[in-house]
C-alpha cells in the first residue's frame, strides 16, 4: 500500500517540516530539477505564492543541484499563450529569478512548439508530445493546486502532469475530443467571445448581430464556455469529458515514463475554487485552508486529496461544483495504466 504524506494547514514552516519527513535522495547533485506549477492567470488570486515554496528553493540548494520553475504555454487566448507575455505574467506574480533565487523556464519554448514526442502505445496515442524542458529534466517536482475542474471535476497532480506538461500541439490533441454546444438563441451579438477563440472558430454576422460557430475549427478548448455570459456555450455532458481524461492521463503516463524514481508529487489544499487558476477573473474559494499532501504516486495523493477536502466539507464537494462529471474515470484509468493505485495508507506528519 502506497504511502501518502499528509501535514495539516498550509504555512512555509508546515511546508518545510513535511519535506524533511519526504525522502528527497532521489535529487542527486547537478540534477536539473523541474518545479512543475502554475503562474496563475491573469487576475487570479488563488495561485499558490512563491513564497510558500521557499523552504523547497532552501532544501534544492542544500542538494547542489539545478532547480527552475516551469510551465508550458496555454492554447487559449491569454497572457500565458506565449513564453514572452507567460513569463511577464510569473513575474508580476513573484516568480522570478531576483525574488526566487531560482530561474522561471516555459518548458515548451516561446511558441509552445518545442517538445519531444514519447511513444506510449496506449488506447488514445502511440505518441505523445511532452515539453522539452520537462523531459529532459533528470527530476521532477509536481507542484498542484488541488481546485475544481470543469472537464476533470478536480484538477491535481494527475492533470498538472499530464495536460501541464504537455507541449502546446498537445494540448489541441487532448481538448478536441469536447466541443462545446452551441445555443445561437441566447446570443446578443456582443463579439467578446470571438478575441478568446484560438482558433478563430467564431466570427460576428454583423446583419443578425449573433455569433457563427464553426465546429470543425474548433479545438475544445473552452475559453467560449467561460467568457459568455449569456449561456450560448455549454459542455456537452455527455461522455467526450472521460475521453479528454483519459488523454490527459495518457500524456501524464508519457511524462513519467523515463523518470521512474524521480518524481515527487505535492498538491497544496488552500482556497480551493470551482474551477482552475487558469481562469482570469478571482474566484472565491469554497474551502481555504487544509493542508498539505505529498508522495511518489499521483494516483494515491490525488485519491487521498479528495478524501481529505470532501471529509472536511461534509459531502462531495467536487460533484457540487461539477454535478455532471464522473471525476474517478481519471483515477481508475490511470490504475489501469499502471500510473498509480488508489490504495494508500496516510503517514501524518
Known amino acids: 500500500m502506497t504511502e501518502v504524506y499528509y501535514v495539516k494547514n498550509v504555512s ?8 524533511r519527513n519526504l525522502d528527497l535522495s532521489f535529487v542527486k547533485p547537478k540534477d536539473f530539477v523541474a518545479l512543475k506549477t502554475h503562474f496563475g492567470e491573469d487576475k487570479c488570486v488563488t495561485y499558490i505564492s512563491p513564497k510558500l515554496y521557499s523552504p523547497l528553493v532552501k532544501i534544492l540548494a542544500e542538494k547542489e543541484c539545478f532547480p527552475f520553475y516551469t510551465d508550458t504555454n496555454t ?33 515548451d519554448g516561446i511558441k509552445g512548439n518545442d517538445y519531444v514526442e514519447v511513444e506510449i502505445n496506449l488506447k488514445h496515442f502511440v505518441k505523445a508530445k511532452i515539453a522539452s524542458n520537462i523531459y529532459y529534466s533528470d527530476a521532477l517536482i509536481c507542484l498542484t493546486h488541488f481546485k475544481g475542474h470543469m472537464l476533470f471535476g478536480f484538477g491535481g497532480s494527475i492533470k498538472n502532469l499530464g495536460m501541464g506538461c504537455a507541449a502546446r500541439p498537445a494540448k ?20 467578446r467571445c470571438i478575441s478568446y477563440c484560438p482558433k478563430k472558430a467564431l466570427k460576428l454576422d454583423y446583419e443578425k448581430k449573433v455569433i457563427i460557430f464553426d465546429s470543425a475549427k474548433c479545438v475544445g478548448c473552452g475559453e467560449c464556455v467561460h467568457i459568455c455570459d449569456y449561456k450560448v456555450f455549454s459542455i456537452p455532458w455527455d461522455l467526450t469529458y472521460k475521453e ?23 498538491n497544496f489544499l488552500m482556497n480551493v475554487t470551482q474551477d482552475c487558476d487558469c481562469i482570469n477573473k478571482k474566484q472565491i474559494p469554497k474551502i481555504t485552508n487544509i493542508g498539505i499532501v505529498a508522495g511518489y504516486d499521483p494516483v494515491a495523493v490525488d485519491y487521498c486529496s479528495l478524501n481529505l477536502v470532501n471529509e472536511v466539507y461534509g459531502k ?22 499502471g500510473l498509480g493505485s488508489k490504495q494508500y495508507k496516510i503517514v501524518e506528519i
Open 12 to 19: 512555509q514552516e508546515n511546508f518545510e517540516k513535511l519535506l
Open 75 to 107: 492554447i487559449y487566448v491569454g497572457k500565458r499563450a506565449n513564453a514572452v507575455e507567460h513569463l511577464k505574467i510569473a513575474s508580476e506574480h513573484g516568480f522570478s529569478l531576483e525574488s526566487l533565487g531560482i530561474p522561471v523556464i516555459i518548458a
Open 172 to 191: 489541441f490533441l487532448l481538448h478536441n475530443a469536447m466541443k462545446p454546444k452551441f445555443k445561437v438563441e441566447n446570443c446578443i451579438g456582443c463579439g
Open 244 to 266: 479528454v481524461q483519459e488523454r490527459t492521463v495518457e500524456c501524464a503516463y508519457a511524462v513519467v515514463k523515463d523518470k521512474i524514481g524521480k518524481v515527487l508529487y505535492i
Open 316 to 337: 462531495d464537494l467536487f460533484k457540487e461544483f461539477w454535478p455532471k462529471i464522473d471525476y474517478l474515470f481519471q483515477l481508475d484509468y490511470a490504475e489501469e495504466i
